[in-house]
């Protein structure tokens, strides 16, 4: 009995020990890279100020939440973000499910979608900088850029892996175009669309926060430019560690809100563990 | 009314969309529907492509930009495949890193140019470290799911016949996984394109970023529309290529 006991321990104390190791290896990472600024800050390698210890850092984060004009920054950007995610986001659904429900149109469109896709987007910030000023709308506009194309190219992707009994059984039903889209297509394009609305995110906020440096009078990219311009540079880092924390969160949230269900209305299906 | 006319081949559907396209934008702008000076037509952006190349050194901008961007992505492939290997080797360091690549790989980089710029200055070295940074997890990433995904039978028969590790490695467990690879390093390639021009872009330096960024500022609009046609085009180029030598590459294994 104590044998077979022991058995059965084996696995679980042996993933307890990668456990503990994989703890030892993520925390020994972060000491090297704290100790690794530090010395570097202190090296005299660099500029004076250029790599500033964590201690400045922290106490630029205490100024930045005690400054009123910080949350003002804050909350242009979000909105800049949020806005452009939403449109963006909306159009790559239309556009995604027009190409992947018509193979033809797909076959004509896509190719250039993914070309599109490949394009830094920031070469357009001219011509939305002509078209919609240096206000929010330039910003919003090449966020929602940013975020359309891996939302279309993720959706019309899934639409081609629906069950195609789905869309037989929906046609025998004689639904209208509308149910289908809503009752068939749009559950069945969730895992997608959670892929796209987690890219998006990202890439909006990379095409707000590039528009923001580029040219702006407020936001969290303008705020970090004004840092560097006066060589603030713990502030501009705590500037950027927000801007990373607010794509990461915003990134864990849309994560969190899109549960995914299970691949059941899918043409690929996972067998469940035996 | 024949097929090929109601329902041409979606190469040519393709070509007479860009055609219409133009010819509706042309006269758009020549009627004044949309103002000359924001969306100049078509007949007055192409001729200047020829001014870019005498006037402005588009070939030199562009040959920046490319050198830029393959210095970049050789840096990230060599990084990246090290790393990915190492990653697949280290089974603790793949559990305990390969989310925060993830993470990291998510995450906005090109915003953190303004640390480089401190660091590095205003030159090219800032632009190849933005691109290298972009250009290292997909490579990372891609580098280790493909060694973990080598079937094990494989390995089995190269210890069969007695192969040393390095011989594994190289005749198997990397031919194995080339083509998840070779999608890292087309990812990394692409990510390194954007973050370059971008940064030079933003900083105002070397290529073809800097070129968009310099002809906006004098209000050159035409000369601008030009420059990112061929930007487009460029980038066009770049994915054409890398899926072409993807396809060579899995057919010559």
Request: hydrophobic residues 55%; contains cysteine; positive net charge.
């Amino acid at each position: 009995m104590v044998a077979v006991g022991q058995m059965n321990d084996a696995p679980r104390r042996r993933r307890l020990r990668i456990s503990n190791s994989v703890t030892t290896y993520r925390v020994v990472a972060l000491v090297l890279l704290f100790a690794l600024w530090e010395i570097a800050g202190a090296s005299g390698l660099f500029f004076r100020g250029v790599i500033p210890s964590t201690v400045l850092i922290a106490q630029a984060f205490v100024r930045l939440f005690g400054d009123p004009a910080f949350y003002t920054h804050f909350g242009i950007t979000l909105f800049e973000i949020v806005v452009g995610f939403v449109i963006g986001s909306s159009l790559g659904v239309v556009v995604g499910l027009a190409l992947g429900i018509n193979r033809y149109t797909g076959e004509v469109f896509e190719p250039m979608l993914n070309y599109l896709a490949s394009t830094p987007k920031v070469v357009f910030l001219p011509i939305l900088l002509i078209l919609f000023g240096i206000g929010v709308g330039s910003k919003i506009s090449l966020g929602a850029i940013s975020c359309f194309f891996p939302m279309a190219l993720s959706v019309a992707a899934g639409v081609r892996t629906i069950n195609p009994m789905f869309l037989r059984v929906g046609q025998s039903l004689n639904l209208s175009f509308g149910h289908r889209i809503r009752n068939i297509y749009i559950p069945a394009l969730l895992p997608p669309i959670a892929t796209g609305l987690r890219l998006g995110f990202g890439i909006a906020t990379v095409g707000c926060l590039m528009s923001e440096i580029k040219l702006s009078n407020h936001g969290l990219g303008y705020a970090a430019m004004q840092a560097y311009n006066r060589f603030d540079i713990p502030t501009m880092l705590a500037l950027l560690l927000i801007i990373f924390t607010l794509a990461g969160l915003g990134n864990y949230l849309i994560g969190r809100f899109v549960r995914l269900p299970g691949p059941t209305n899918r043409r690929t299906t996972v067998l469940p563990p035996r | 009314m024949p097929t090929w006319l109601i329902r041409p081949e979606p190469i040519y559907a393709r070509f007479l969309f860009l055609g219409v396209l133009l010819l509706v934008w042309e006269f758009a702008s020549l009627a004044g529907l949309m103002s000359r000076f924001i969306v100049p037509p078509p007949s007055e952006i192409f001729p200047t492509i020829s001014v870019l190349f005498s006037d402005y050194d588009l070939t030199g901008s562009f040959l920046r930009t490319f050198g830029e961007t393959f210095a970049a992505a050789g840096l990230g492939a060599l990084g990246g495949i090290l790393g990915g290997w190492w990653l697949h080797h280290n089974r603790v360091a793949g559990a305990a890193y390969t989310d925060w690549m993830a993470a990291i790989a998510a995450a906005p980089l090109v915003l953190l140019f303004p640390l480089f710029l401190v660091i590095f200055g205003r030159n090219a070295a800032t632009i190849i470290a933005m691109g290298t940074v972009a250009s290292l997890p997909p490579v990372v990433l891609k580098t280790k799911e493909g060694l973990d995904n080598v079937r094990g039978v494989l390995v089995d028969v190269g210890r069969t016949f007695g192969l040393t590790r390095w011989q594994q490695v190289k005749m198997i467990m990397f031919p194995a996984s080339l083509p998840t690879i070779f999608t890292g390093l087309r990812l990394g390639l692409v990510f390194a394109l954007i973050n370059v021009v971008g940064v030079e872009y933003l900083i105002g330096f070397g290529g073809m970023g800097l070129l968009i960024a310099d002809l906006g500022d004098r209000f050159e609009i035409a000369g601008m529309y030009a420059a990112i046609c061929f930007v487009i085009l460029t980038s066009i180029c770049f994915f054409y290529l890398t899926e072409k030598l993807e396809t060579w590459l899995l057919s010559a294994r």
